[in-house]
């Protein structure tokens, strides 16, 4: 089996709370909500370089800035203009900051001075499910997932469950994981947890391996304004290098677990038509297992959205084949509570009249 969440998951783990983890359409207006620690004067200067740019705030998605500033980025970089330039390097690198404190902020408890991360019971419902060579997939920064895994789970472990061979294990964030699943730093992995655009918990070295960072939620400030913090991920842009390592080792062995599954659930995962390299990702996958005939016996699909859902099912179609079984939830929530091998959610043939 493989499992994907999306950013989708991640609001649905925290919907209750205010203001709740963003999607891409509205993490502007969450980001406005924060200040102190350095996180709401971050968050005026990028609102006001979005607002001179588009002269709105309202509708303007994080994907589409992104995507604006780093076109611009580039095309500085052999067509500079005469006039009033700016410093598009960075703008990037304040919305990348952004992101990671605004993550931090959602999926953290700030009482009294430190950041706590929270567990999600939707993830947790859903880990307990998994098996051993089942694969995580996430498109998310967040560490929702790593903080949600069971404690009484052994089948993931940091040495080697990002498919990755990672260094600071002996830091202490790795040290408190650890500890509290009972495990120490040689512990292996019976699963995977692939990130394919990076994590908040991530640093790369000069040899672009991956390091566990010491203090990962972090956010602080020096004299008002924000410290920025160094991490591994990949912005929402066009531009997405992930054929270098270590995103190029992870995308390589999703293509694998995809390949080879045969149930795939996908929760809360929108398909941003930004996200080409994904797409591409899927589509190959589609277009060979539906050659092969090697299909898929389930797909799972929880959101919010049915446009969504719809969308998603218009590209897994084909591998799906003629016995291919469908089953959609209206939410993560719904998902988790209802997902084991007896109870599923509104059931669909393929092929059936």
Request: charged content about 25%; glycine content about 6%.
């Amino acid at each position: 089996m493989v499992v994907l969440f999306g950013a989708g998951a991640t609001r649905a783990a925290f919907v209750d709370q205010a203001p709740a983890p963003p999607i891409d359409a509205d993490f502007l207006e969450v980001a406005a909500r924060f200040k102190g620690r350095g996180t709401g004067r971050l968050a005026k200067q990028v609102t006001n370089d979005v607002f001179s740019l588009y002269r709105r705030i309202a509708g303007v998605g994080l994907e589409a800035y992104y995507r604006d500033i780093e076109t611009r980025l580039e095309l500085g970089k052999f067509a500079k203009p005469r006039h009033k330039p700016k410093n598009w390097k960075l703008r990037t690198e304040q919305l990348d900051e952004l992101v990671r404190r605004v993550l931090i902020h959602t999926t953290c408890s700030m009482e009294e001075g430190a950041a706590t991360p929270r567990t999600s019971w939707i993830h947790e419902a859903i880990l307990e499910r998994v098996k051993s060579k089942d694969t995580l997939i996430t498109f998310n920064y967040d560490t929702v997932i790593e903080e949600s895994i069971p404690r009484s789970s052994s089948l993931w472990a940091p040495r080697d469950g990002y498919g990755l061979y990672v260094t600071g294990l002996t830091h202490n964030w790795a040290k408190k994981w650890l500890s509290t699943h009972d495990m120490d730093e040689t512990a292996r992995s019976k699963i995977k947890l692939l990130k394919l655009h990076g994590s908040i918990n991530w640093r790369l070295n000069i040899n672009n391996q991956v390091s566990l960072k010491q203090r990962p939620y972090v956010v602080r400030a020096r004299k008002g304004a924000p410290v920025f913090e160094k991490v591994a991920i990949v912005g929402p842009g066009w531009h997405k290098p992930v054929n270098r390592n270590p995103y190029r080792q992870v995308w390589k062995q999703t293509r694998d677990a995809l390949d080879r599954c045969t149930t795939l659930a996908i929760i809360g995962y929108s398909l941003p038509e930004t996200d080409l390299v994904a797409q591409a990702l899927f589509l190959e996958v589609v277009r060979e297992r539906a050659a092969a005939k090697q299909f898929f016996r389930e797909l799972h699909i929880a959101d919010v959205s049915e446009s969504v859902i719809n969308r998603v099912l218009d590209l897994f179609m084909p591998a799906l084949g003629p016995h291919g079984l469908i089953y959609r939830y209206s939410s993560a929530e719904e998902l988790a509570r209802t997902w084991s091998p007896k109870t599923t959610g509104r059931e669909v043939r393929m092929g059936a009249s």
